[in-house]
């Protein structure tokens, strides 16, 4: 994924400028008081098996935010619950490209176009830090993707 290159701004875009609800889901750009949020909405859909163990600790998780080094834009339900984020990783504050990671949406959320909707908010992100591009890998760490992609015609090994 590339996005058009635009000026660098030294802030970290706010919530406020990425929220935009549609039906009962809202999105916004995880703040580090609510990364508590994150870790449940990961623990909602992989229980304690996702293998990357930051994810279910959330003083990492918003140091990493304040630091500057993770941005994940969140899907919120009516009852503020995270339901799906998509999150983007920078090895060096202020890079201008960066890892794609984190994509996660709630069994009884998926086929709602909130994927869709993660990714245009991200794009804003993206645009608002300066960042050219994305290094995406193709991996399914976890056995629930891993699924995934078999019921959807890919060959698992």
Known sequence: ICCRPSPRRSSRPTAAEVFSPVGEISYQLLEPADSGLLCLGIERVYADSYPIPEFYDA???ANAIARGLLHSV?????????VGCMSTVLEVAGDHTADGSALMICPEYRGRGIVAQLGHHSVAVYQRLGIHGLHLYALALHDLVQNQSGRAGARVP
Do not use: D, K
């Open 59 to 61: 003083s990492w998780l």
């Open 74 to 82: 969140v899907a919120r339900n009516a009852a503020g619950e995270v």
